[in-house]
T-cell receptor, first 115, second 115 residues
Framework: AQSVAQPEDQVNVAEGNPLTVKCTYS??????LFWYVQYPNRGLQFLLK??????LVKGSYGFEAEFNKSQTSFHLKKPSALVSDSALYFC?????????????FGSGTRLQVQP | EAQVTQNPRYLITVTGKKLTVTCSQN?????MSWYRQDPGLGLRQIYY???????DKGDVPEGYKVSRKEKRNFPLILESPSPNQTSLYFC??????????????FGAGSRLTVL
């Protein structure tokens, strides 16, 4: 079975500082990994994904994520946080080898960026 | 504009009163899915559909029905709602593709309260 863990319910960071939102996953085969963001009263929006290739993936709004196979992690990062980055972030995984279509989502991490 | 439209956005109902949440997409996507979002649990898949007349259960299908008579529409039906179905519901769609790397486009969400 595939699963995702986001160990932090909330991350607080000051504007201008770097941010990291953690994600670890478990799959039996090879993973497709995704990050989505949810702003208040909105649906989820795609940020970035890892399929194959370079372990550092760049996405929207200056976000990037690093795939680490040995640590089964896919942490979301940004060098300099903005107040407008405050939102709920979800990591998701799909196991290629099972052929299962569903994405499994983590429980979400609320990012709060203080001015 | 490419989008997934859900209605109603907000609904308060009573136990046992049948209701339908509609979902429509204008992107000609084959794949459509319903999720529920609950605090601390992330998003859990209810049902999904890979094409017209093809539907299957997700992780939490009990108490729900779906249909896919047309490609663009994927309504979620609660035949006899109960208070444990109080939740935030999201419809999402994507192209199918063989790789599984397709990105989901989400609707804005439907907040349902069952009294």
């Amino acid at each position: 079975a595939q699963s995702v863990a986001q160990p932090e319910d909330q991350v607080n960071v000051a504007e201008g500082n770097p941010l990291t939102v953690k994600c670890t996953y478990s799959v039996s085969g090879n993973p497709y990994l995704f990050w989505y963001v949810q702003y208040p009263n909105r649906g989820l929006q795609f940020l970035l994904k890892y399929i194959t290739g370079d372990n550092l993936v760049k996405g929207s709004y200056g976000f990037e994520a690093e795939f680490n196979k040995s640590q089964t992690s896919f942490h979301l990062k940004k060098p300099s946080a903005l107040v407008s980055d405050s939102a709920l972030y979800f990591c998701a995984v799909r196991d290629l080898d099972t052929g299962r279509r569903a994405l499994t989502f983590g429980s979400g991490t609320r990012l709060q960026v203080q001015p | 504009e490419a989008q997934v439209t859900q209605n109603p956005r907000y609904l308060i109902t009573v136990t046992g009163k049948k209701l339908t949440v509609t979902c429509s997409q204008n992107m000609n996507h084959e794949y459509m899915s319903w999720y529920r979002q609950d605090p601390g649990l992330g998003l859990r898949q209810i049902y999904y559909s890979m094409n017209v007349e093809v539907t299957d259960k997700g992780d939490v299908p009990e108490g729900y029905k779906v249909s896919r008579k047309e490609k663009r529409n994927f309504p979620l039906i609660l035949e006899s709602p109960s208070p444990n179905q109080t939740s935030l519901y999201f419809c999402a769609s994507s192209l199918m593709g063989k790789s599984g790397a397709n990105v989901l486009t989400f609707g804005a969400g439907s907040r349902l309260t069952v009294l």
